[in-house]
């Protein structure tokens, strides 16, 4: 490296950039971390789970020194219509010993906390730094652009998030498309942490994370909920372009959605301290650009649209973080700057995240089933009125019974169509 | 304290902007809104950055915009012609997010 010249600069802050800076300087190598945001996180919204096995990849026990919230020991699938709801809740003390398998987070704190863990390691560390364009010389990427500046490096690394605007201006993938991503609202509330133990029968540091359906006037999304330390993160995510596609705005969706009885009952009490809105990648492993890198350009995490939905298991952080680790591992390996792109796509591999994209890969087909995000929550709760429901009535016998309401929510057609189509894609 | 439907302004009033105001980070052409039929950022921009004014023309307004994307993925006209994030130190601070 001369002088002026960096091993790499790392655009964005988050959890892929600070990962790839982190092990980067590590190394001793020379890396500028630049994030747009006042500090790093002040730009990110994120539903808030990290799965922690990503920053024990990046270095064992680095997950006790983060900020993070309570360790997710309860899993909970929320049927709504708009009622009532039928909640399944999956308690898995095992979640939660040794290295807990999830926590949930604050980006704020956490992205923050992970920018500080890369410049103690050595990297450069620069917030308030929006990156305009890139520099190319000869074919290469071979630094960025900032405002009247220019800085220099063997390797940009652009982990600039979903709307990757380097990604586009390095000529590695068109714009993003609506139907390729989800649009979350969140509201951050804050209530007492007894109050969140409590209402969710978890000990102090312990969490539950519930995904919700039937709460978007069907359209494909889903509602989420996340136990913090003091506060309670809620929203949804919509698919935007059929959202766009229908007249009721997503606020007021959401709105809905947090002062719905079931909802509310357990946020009764906190106070709404801010609003925020992202976008996440949604397409899984289809979703993925085919290339990802040029001569001196990498594109990791949301920016390289990595992220998997199974409807129950939502990532996109710790697949973050391992990409930002395998562009980091190409760096390091690369005996010049042109091998990093090949280097990259082997560690993606090595590091199993390819295979983890690929295990999930047609899982987005299912949520084309229309009848998933209303008539399906609807039907699971007429079903359990009828079978908890006492009047002294003469009951219909059950099977009579259970039939007809499946019958009036859905025909059995399209029940054994939809059956095969979910059968089909996973 | 207690939990309420917000409505957008209180929403907004919830986070912290610092308002770029000689500076919009996104261009949007009236003109080509006018001739827009669908008009999903009317409904998808979180931020109600998208309202319909009195004359029935879809008016834009950046100061509350949470940088998230939404208009430009969902814009089927082109009538956003320039999506970029504001200039360093401007736009939305997210801080418990």
Known sequence: MSDDTFDAIVVGAGPAGSACAYTLAKEGRSVLLLDRGNSAGAKNVSGGRLYTYALELVEPGLYERAPLQRKIVREQIMLMNDRGATTVDYFDPGFGEAVPQSYSVIRAALDEWFAGEAEAQGAMVAPGVVVDGLIEENGRIVGIRTGEDEMRADVVVAADGVNSLLGQKAGLFPDVKASAVGVGVKETIELPDELISARFGVKEGEGAARVAIGCTEGISGGGFLYTNKGSISLGIVFNPEQAGRQTRHIQDIFQDYKMHPAIHALIEGGTSVEYGAHLVPEKGYHGIPKQLSRDGFVVVGDAAQFGINTGLIIRGMDLAIVSGLAAAKAIIAAKQPADVGTLYRQQLEELLLIANQQAYQNFHGIFEISRIFREYPALANDAMQFLFRVDGKKPKPMLKGLLDIVKRNVSFGKLLGDGWKIYRHI | ?97
């Not at chain 2, 208009?71 to 200039?87: E, F, H, M, Q």
């Open chain 2, 1 to 97: 304290m207690t939990i309420k439907r917000l409505s957008p302004e209180e929403l907004l009033g919830l986070d912290r902007f610092e308002v770029d105001e000689s500076n919009p980070h996104i261009i949007v052409d009236k003109a080509i809104c006018a001739t827009c039929k669908a008009r999903p950022c009317l409904v998808a921009c979180p931020a109600r950055c998208y309202r319909l004014n009195k004359e029935g023309e879809v008016n834009f307004e950046y100061a509350g915009c949470l940088e998230c994307g939404t208009c430009r993925v969902v814009c089927s006209d082109g009538g956003v012609t320039s999506w970029n994030y504001p200039r360093a130190s401007f736009g939305v601070s997210f801080r418990c997010s």
